[in-house]
């Protein structure tokens, strides 16, 4: 059986003929990536060289829009909730789409954004005018409609799953648009995992912005030092059962060596671990407060204390900082986000636990993403989401039972 055919109901919500048109366009793509995996190891390793290919274009993309974001009206623009949203985003999910429908025809996406937005606002032309700037060879002869269709390819109305198994992409265009927008001095990143079965099985992490330089920073020496650093960006994949993988985001694709193979760090002390929050956040909300004191300063870290990261934007880019090594743990309490979605989550899944991580909610639960059975795109963590290097998880749930009363 094509392991790859999803057992979905779709909704009538395409126009077959302007489907037709679209597939029927010239579309220029071809797979080049080399990955650092054994092909015999690998069962989604084609799915995984073009998830790489269409993550690292949507990074260039980007970088592309987010270079004139200041100089043109309106690349920046307000959803109805009042987080910030950028030509960038419906771009990045119309061209990965596009590419996805291409190559895997069968795979249902699941993505964050759908054209009401746009339609509504009459952003569409901006939109489709940036696409076929960046990447004419990508769009050539596609058509504005074409675009607003692989924008709602995505939505929640494309498709209903019910509770059978299933395959499908989970796509964020741009988790942390916070930082994107603010032009090279924060974190944000492009997400698409596989999952099959309810289960994870490839994720990619684009982040344009990701510096080399920062582990042992303090907060304000970071803040100091993004515009002096040259950071070349981040890729980092992870396949299931073959371990996770990084290399810079403009590295020559065809060569495996640009590859770095990726794991956790190996703090077993909690007090000597290095804690990821948002910089929105407060220490003093979480759980871990009561016992641990939180010192931004590396160098002076006392006994009762822990190493407190804060970072923006996002919870990809957390994820991409304890499967990386940069910190120990991220945590997430879903009291202060009530409705978690499950793009902001996937990718960074796979990559925690493919590099020695582990990630579950507060009551020690793996994360279910088929808890949503219609729509695939909410989960519902006990209490929040405890991501961590494996070696003191147990410890870390054990607070959280006896400080929150999980």
């Not at 920073?217 to 981040?234: F, V």
């Not at 948002?278 to 939180?294: G, R």
Request: with cysteine; charged share 20%; aromatic share 8%.
């Amino acid at each position: 059986m094509d392991i790859l055919r999803s057992q979905v109901s779709a909704i009538p919500f395409f126009d077959a003929a302007a489907t037709r048109r679209r597939r029927s366009a010239t579309f220029s793509f071809s797979v080049m990536a080399t990955l650092p995996l054994p092909h015999q190891n690998a069962k989604y390793h084609k799915e995984l060289e073009a998830a790489v290919d269409v993550v690292q274009k949507a990074c260039n993309f980007t970088l592309h829009v987010q270079s004139s974001l200041f100089s043109t009206d309106g690349k920046v623009i307000e959803k109805n909730d009042q987080t910030p949203v950028t030509v960038a985003d419906f771009g990045v999910q119309a061209l990965i789409s596009l590419e996805l429908d291409k190559l895997f025809p069968s795979i249902p996406l699941v993505a964050e954004e759908d054209s009401a937005f746009l339609r509504s606002r009459n952003l569409a032309g901006t939109v489709f005018d940036t696409i076929t700037a960046t990447d004419s060879s990508t769009c050539k002869s596609l058509t504005q409609d074409d675009v607003l269709e692989a924008i709602d390819r995505g939505s929640k109305e494309a498709f209903i799953f019910g509770p059978k198994p299933a395959t499908y992409w989970l796509l964020d265009p741009i988790d942390g648009t916070r930082g994107f927008l603010k032009a090279g001095k924060a974190f944000y990143v492009v997400g698409l995992a596989l999952v099959v079965e309810g289960e994870v099985v490839i994720g990619v992490m684009g982040c344009p912005t990701w510096k080399e330089d920062l582990s042992e920073k303090s907060s304000a020496e970071i803040d100091e030092e993004w515009d002096s650093l040259n950071g070349s960006g981040t890729v980092m994949i992870a396949h299931k059962g073959c371990g996770t993988w990084r290399k810079s985001l403009n590295s020559q694709l065809k060569s495996p060596d640009v590859w770095t193979r990726c794991f956790v760090d190996g703090s077993d002390v909690i007090h000597k671990a290095r804690f990821c929050i948002s910089d929105s956040e407060k220490w003093e909300a979480l759980p871990l407060s009561p016992l641990f004191k939180a010192a931004s300063d590396a160098d002076n870290v006392g006994s009762n204390q822990i190493h407190l990261l804060r970072a923006c934007c996002g919870s990809l880019c957390k994820y991409l900082m304890v499967a990386s090594g940069r910190a120990s743990i991220f945590i997430l309490r879903a009291k202060q986000k009530p409705v978690i979605m499950a793009w902001d989550h996937a990718a960074g899944i796979i990559c925690v636990h493919e590099a020695g991580g582990k990630v579950t909610d507060w009551n020690g639960s793996e994360i279910d993403l088929a808890a949503d059975r219609d729509g695939r795109r909410i989960i519902y963590p006990s209490d929040g989401i405890l991501v961590t290097n494996g070696h003191i998880h147990n410890q870390v749930l054990q607070i959280i039972y006896q400080t929150a009363g999980v």
